[in-house]
């Protein structure tokens, strides 16, 4: 079993830098993609930002965050950092790490994160 463990949200005013953390804890063989989503109340859940590792390893980001927002991980401490830059008030979501994690007992399974709350004032 994996459990996703999320920090780092909270108020910031509109210019200003938060940095997600997503702490990937349990059994696992490989872990294939480190993801980050948000979501606005009323809205689909939207992927920002993504790690896709295979032959080679992918970097994929949404269009309106790219150039502001950097995916990275540290995979000898299984965690997934989104740092966040030039924040704009559009930007205020419920964000959520997901993570494609691979066991000989499991297969592949998606993991969600609880969600952490990203608010920008203006």
Same mark, same amino acid.
């Given at each position: 079993?994996?459990?996703?463990?999320?920090?780092?949200?909270?108020?910031?005013?509109?210019?200003?830098?938060?940095?997600?953390?997503?702490?990937?804890?349990?059994?696992?063989?490989?872990?294939?993609?480190?993801?980050?989503?948000? #979501?606005?109340?009323?809205?689909?859940? /939207?992927? &920002?930002? *993504?790690? %896709? !590792?295979? @032959? #080679?390893?992918?970097?994929?980001?949404? /269009?309106? &965050?790219? *150039?502001? %927002? !950097?995916? @990275?991980?540290?995979?000898?401490?299984?965690?997934?950092?989104?740092?966040?830059?030039?924040?704009?008030?559009?930007?205020?979501?419920?964000?959520?790490?997901?993570?494609?994690?691979?066991?000989?007992?499991?297969?592949?399974?998606?993991?969600?994160?609880?969600?952490?709350?990203?608010?920008?004032?203006?």
């Amino acid at each position: 079993q994996v459990t996703l463990v999320e920090s780092g949200g909270g108020l910031v005013q509109a210019g200003g830098s938060l940095r997600l953390s997503c702490e990937v804890l349990g059994r696992f063989f490989k872990i294939n993609t480190m993801e980050w989503w948000r #979501q606005v109340p009323g809205k689909q859940r /939207d992927r &920002v930002a *993504g790690i %896709f !590792t295979g @032959s #080679q390893t992918n970097v994929r980001y949404e /269009d309106s &965050v790219k *150039g502001r %927002f !950097t995916i @990275s991980r540290d995979e000898a401490k299984n965690t997934v950092y989104l740092q966040m830059d030039s924040l704009k008030p559009e930007d205020t979501a419920v964000y959520y790490c997901s993570v494609n994690a691979y066991d000989f007992s499991t297969g592949s399974v998606q993991y969600w994160g609880q969600g952490t709350q990203v608010t920008v004032s203006s």
